[in-house]
């Protein structure tokens, strides 16, 4: 069973930065695709970035140019940097671990944190 832990998420302004951190129980963490996704209230679960076991790394359009993702296998850590925040970005986001790669819609990861609130102000 792989246990995702976030940490980062909490109140920003409009234009702010935040950064997500999720960590995981299971060594070696590099095994497995992972992907940021988000959930705005009353709406769907979306796909917000995603990084492949071999480095490849894919971004939502509505963060796309402002937002990055990484990930540091030797300390099973991934990060979702979010720049110029807009309150559109105003979601629970949730890690999620073993998905397909390309990710595919309706095709959802294998397994997820608790998830951590993202507030921005405009």
């Known amino acids: 069973q792989v246990q995702l832990v976030e940490e980062g998420g909490g109140s920003a302004q409009a234009g702010g930065s935040l950064r997500l951190a999720c960590t995981a129980s299971v060594n070696p963490f590099r095994l497995y695709n992972i992907a940021w996704f988000r959930q705005a209230p009353g709406e769907e679960r979306e796909f917000v970035a995603g990084?492949?076991?071999?480095?490849?790394?894919r971004l939502a359009d509505s963060v796309k140019g402002r937002s990055t993702i990484s990930r540091d296998s030797a300390n099973n850590a991934v990060f979702l940097q979010m720049n110029n925040l807009k309150p559109e970005d105003t979601a629970v986001y949730y890690c999620?671990?073993?998905?397909?790669?390309?990710?595919?819609?309706?095709?959802?990861?294998?397994?997820w944190g608790q998830g951590t609130q993202i507030t921005v102000s405009s």
């Open positions: 990084v492949s076991t071999g480095g490849d790394i």
């Open positions: 999620a671990a073993d998905l397909p790669w390309p990710p595919r819609n309706g095709v959802l990861p294998r397994y």
